[in-house]
């Protein structure tokens, strides 16, 4: 059990844990060198949905609405914030390379938590199997950049909409300098076949899983694409994330999920030096900060 409040509690059982150890845990461990039980505990920790909710909150109330989570992982977005919200979840979740089972444990930890395990369906993000203009919300972090075709999710998510509603994808910006998935750092990513041979060359990693990332993802790519869907939809982009980065860079008061505390640890010695607010406001000026957090209202046709 992981207990969040007194009368709220999440759970989720040692073998559903240990089926994301000897999955995802095994998988990411090739690549990022990472603890497979770490990564298991990252993945199904009830505080990383809190933190995801935090930052919706800044542009929307998710009290008693209908959400969708593009890329639900293992689930554990929608558990909390049905529960905490009171929010009607629907999550969609393929079953693809280094993620054969997600759906499976999704569907697993639903019924753990006395969920309707169908509102999980097994779909992509570039064809959404619902209608235009049915959810309040839709949701996404780090999907984006393993999908086929990035511009057809963002469309879709803002189809799937309602007027008046709210989505927000977060996803990261490749002329940044850290990658989460490998948990290395990285001069900015100019040209796809860069990155595979990068890490193979650099820091001796097999490249098939950077070969599949989108690594053309960047605030340039983000800005480029909305402007083209203002033809389609009309929305206010209410942020790409620049003042949760800014906060982050001041405070370094974020959770080192998965590879993260890498860039912690290197964070709090640049706090020491003082040096770190100026870096901050050099990424935003040069448009390098990351991750990207794509928030979008859409307005009334």
């Not at 409040?5 to 461990?29: A, L, M, N, Y």
């Not at 820091?203 to 203002?230: G, H, I, Q, S, Y």
């Amino acid at each position: 059990m992981k207990q969040i409040k007194s009368d709220i509690t999440f759970t989720i059982s040692e073998s559903v844990k240990q089926r994301i150890v000897s999955t995802q845990g095994i998988f990411f461990k090739s690549i990022s060198g990472l603890d497979p039980e770490k990564i298991a505990a990252d993945l199904v920790n009830p505080v990383k949905a809190i933190n995801q909710a935090d930052i919706f909150k800044m542009y929307t109330d998710l009290e008693n609405k209908k959400v969708l989570e593009i890329g639900t992982g293992c689930g554990m977005n929608l558990i909390v914030w049905a529960k905490m919200f009171n929010m009607d979840v629907y999550g969609i979740e393929p079953e693809e390379f280094g993620f054969e089972i997600s759906n499976s444990i999704t569907r697993d930890l639903f019924k753990q938590n006395r969920m309707d395990p169908e509102r999980v369906i097994p779909a992509f993000g570039e064809k959404i199997p619902f209608k235009e203009n049915t959810f309040d919300l839709v949701f996404s972090s780090n999907v984006l950049e393993h999908t086929s075709n990035p511009e057809n999710v963002i469309d879709e998510g803002l189809r799937v909409l309602k007027c008046g509603g709210t989505m927000q994808m977060i996803f990261p910006n490749y002329h940044s300098f850290f990658d989460g998935h490998y948990a290395v750092f990285h001069p900015p990513i100019l040209c796809r076949n860069f990155f595979p041979w990068y890490v193979k060359f650099l820091w001796r990693k097999n490249p098939d899983f950077a070969r599949t990332l989108r690594t053309e993802l960047n605030v340039w790519w983000t800005a480029k694409l909305m402007k083209k869907l203002e033809g389609k939809y009309h929305f206010d982009i209410l942020s790409l994330g620049e003042e949760v980065f800014l906060e982050r860079m001041k405070t370094i008061n974020f959770e080192s999920w998965a590879g993260l505390g890498k860039i912690k640890r290197m964070l709090m010695l640049l706090k020491k030096t003082g040096i770190n607010n100026l870096i901050a406001h050099v990424m935003i000026m040069t448009k390098t900060w990351t991750p990207i957090i794509l928030t979008v209202r859409k307005k009334e046709q």
